[in-house]
């Protein structure tokens, strides 16, 4: 089983440097290799815990969590950038750890566009909250995310981050489109949407200073009642 995970990852990421070689032979494909990349990244990831001995009812907590981040997007709709959805990713990365985190932040984003509109963004804002999840739980332990400043400054960074990678994909698709793909452009676009990106910060400090502490306390208590995900 092990030598079989261990091919199966060599696979993926070779597949990756073969896409980002081809980006070199075809420098028109921008838009193409990018979604090939990100689709292999996805895939190693869920691979990867899909690989790990998880109780059935780890995986219903995990739907769960991944439903509540989705449906949080909902209501704030009509807000530009405001949910809670980063923060419920975020602190479910925290207490289950880095693998869970990211497949609750990568299901959540699928399953939330299934209402919100799928779309050629979808596999990045898979990969962009899966990595939210990821970083807090591979942060877990360290002194800055046990300090209240730390996990808000972590929420405010990944509201920038979380737009910045977003906006990879867009400018990858305007240039793809016959668009200017000077540094200059690229500087316009990412200035662009920094008001988005702001509120996407200050609703993670807003959700994280009303919210976290009970957050932590709750998951961390189910955690230890049941035993899961150790």
């Known amino acids: 089983m092990r030598k079989h995970k261990t091919i199966v990852t060599a696979f993926l990421l070779i597949m990756m440097m073969v896409i980002l070689g081809l980006n070199y032979i075809w420098a028109n494909a921008y838009l193409g290799l990018s979604f090939g990349l990100v689709l292999l990244a996805i895939a190693l990831f ?5 690989t790990r ?7 219903v907590l995990l739907a769960v969590m991944a439903s509540i981040a989705a449906v949080g997007r909902i209501p704030f709709a009509s807000l ?3 949910q809670p959805t980063t923060f ?9 750890g880095a693998e869970s985190g990211f497949v609750i932040g990568a299901v959540a984003a699928l399953a939330s566009n299934m209402i919100m509109g799928q779309g050629p963004w979808t596999p990045w804002q898979m990969v962009a909250w899966g990595l939210v999840g990821l970083t807090a ?4 332990h360290t002194l800055f995310m046990k300090r209240r400043w730390g996990q808000i400054l972590f929420g405010v960074l990944w509201g920038y981050l ?7 994909w867009g400018f990858i698709a305007l240039i793809q489109s016959g668009g200017s793909q000077t540094w200059k452009a690229f ?32 998951l ?7 035993g899961l995900l150790e």
């Open 46 to 50: 869920l691979f990867r815990f899909e």
């Open 53 to 59: 001995k998880v109780e059935p009812r780890e995986l």
């Open 80 to 82: 530009p950038s405001v």
């Open 88 to 96: 419920v990713i975020m602190m479910s990365g925290y207490v289950f």
């Open 137 to 140: 739980g591979l942060l877990n």
């Open 162 to 168: 979380f737009g910045w990678i977003m906006n990879l």
């Open 187 to 218: 500087i316009v676009y990412m200035i662009g949407s920094a008001t988005f990106d702001t509120f996407h910060a200050i609703s993670n400090v807003f959700f994280l200073v009303v919210f976290g502490g009970i957050w932590i306390k709750i």
């Open 220 to 226: 961390s208590r189910f955690k230890r009642k049941y």
